[in-house]
């Protein structure tokens, strides 16, 4: 049985840093790309970074870009998402998510889910 499960999620002020992580259990974690996505209330749920099963390659969203930075450690079995400068409009649930091998911006292509960490930014 697959699992994702989410933590770091928390309150922040705007500008500042935020960490949180996704440890994947179930799986085989070094063939899975993983992807961070978030859903903020009453919006869709949107894509916010990927890395590839290797960590060799990395995709960000426009409005994350510069700010946020993912990475995973494949032993570990955990992907990370370092978000900073944090602003009102990041404030959202984040979920991470696993498909096999390569990284993809789509989140119908993902396979597996954890259940969301919430980030709240405060202005």
């Known amino acids: 049985q697959v699992q994702l499960v989410e933590s770091g999620g928390g309150w922040v002020q705007a500008g500042g840093s935020l960490s949180v992580s996704c440890v994947a259990s179930?799986?085989?974690?070094?063939?899975?790309?993983m992807g961070w996505f978030r859903q903020a209330p009453g919006k869709e749920r949107e894509f916010v970074a990927a890395?590839?099963?290797?960590?060799?390659?990395?995709a960000y969203a426009d409005s994350v870009k510069g700010r946020f930075t993912i990475s995973r450690d494949n032993p570990k079995n955990t992907v990370y998402l370092q978000m900073n400068s944090l602003k009102p409009e990041d404030t959202a649930v984040y979920y991470c998510?696993?498909?096999?091998?390569?990284?993809?911006?789509?989140?119908?292509?993902?396979?597996?889910w954890g259940q969301g960490t919430q980030v709240t930014v405060s202005s």
């Open positions: 179930g799986l085989t974690f070094s063939s899975y790309a």
């Open positions: 890395i590839s099963w290797s960590g060799a390659n990395t």
């Open positions: 998510a696993a498909r096999p091998r390569y990284l993809r911006d789509s989140d119908s292509s993902y396979d597996y």
